[in-house]
């Protein structure tokens, strides 16, 4: 199985702040990389597929990027419907595995 | 808007088999693969399988000698079983749209449902 890692596991951050998330898989997935953003009790909801390329919907605030193992999420300008918790996920080899995740809290 | 609806038992004893059903709405069940993934409490996310709408099946290989995933295309549904489950089993369910294409992504998720395993 590819081993998806992230960091940090949790960071705080103040409204406004551009914070920068970071994946890195145990092999190379290309650029077959998805973000998730979590909040209590809901279902993940994706940001970002293909590793850059942006879901229907989702702010532009949100970007990524990266291919092969190390992969990063940013977000430019932190609003507060943003502290939730990110996955990474790859889509490149069987079984598809996830990153622990990373809790975004409000410093 | 495709929308994703989980149903099933809540509880479930142990040594016995996990049945949930999810539900396609506003949508075709064509052309994609349909998932299971779930997450126990606190914890992360695990990809537990899919099936193709032809009903071609892929699995986790630490899920595989208990799981089976089917589809009924006539219903527009999908289908969980999960055997000799244990405490271990305990988490919420998610059904999930992968779209490849390009995407290779989960880009459609039911709301998940609870399914603890206690006698």
């Known amino acids: 199985d590819i081993q998806m890692t992230q960091s940090p596991s949790s960071v705080s951050a103040s409204v406004g702040d551009r914070v920068t998330i970071t994946c890195r898989a145990s092999q190379g997935v290309s650029s077959w990389l998805a973000w998730y953003q979590q909040k209590p009790g809901k279902a993940p909801k994706l940001l970002i597929y293909?590793?850059?390329s942006l879901q229907s919907g989702v702010p532009s605030r949100f970007s990524g990027s990266g291919s092969g193992t190390d992969f990063t999420l940013t977000i430019s300008s932190l609003q507060p419907e943003d502290f939730a918790t990110y996955y990474c996920q790859q889509a490149n080899s069987f079984p598809y595995t996830f990153g622990q995740g990373t809790k975004l809290e409000i410093k | 808007q495709v929308q994703l609806q989980e149903s099933g038992p809540g509880l479930v004893k142990p040594s016995e088999t996990l049945s949930l059903t999810c539900t396609v709405s506003d949508g075709s069940i064509s052309t994609y693969y349909w998932n299971w993934i779930r997450q126990p409490p606190g914890k992360g996310l695990e990809w537990i399988g899919y099936v193709y709408y032809s009903g071609s099946t892929n699995y986790n290989p630490s899920l595989k000698s208990r799981v089976t995933i089917s589809v009924d295309t006539s219903k527009k549904q999908f289908s969980l079983k999960l055997s000799s489950v244990t405490a271990a089993d305990t988490a919420v369910y998610y059904c999930?749209?992968?779209f490849g294409s390009g995407s290779n992504a989960f880009d459609i998720w039911g709301q998940g449902t609870m399914v603890t395993v206690s006698s």
């Open positions: 293909a590793a850059s």
């Open positions: 999930a749209r992968f």
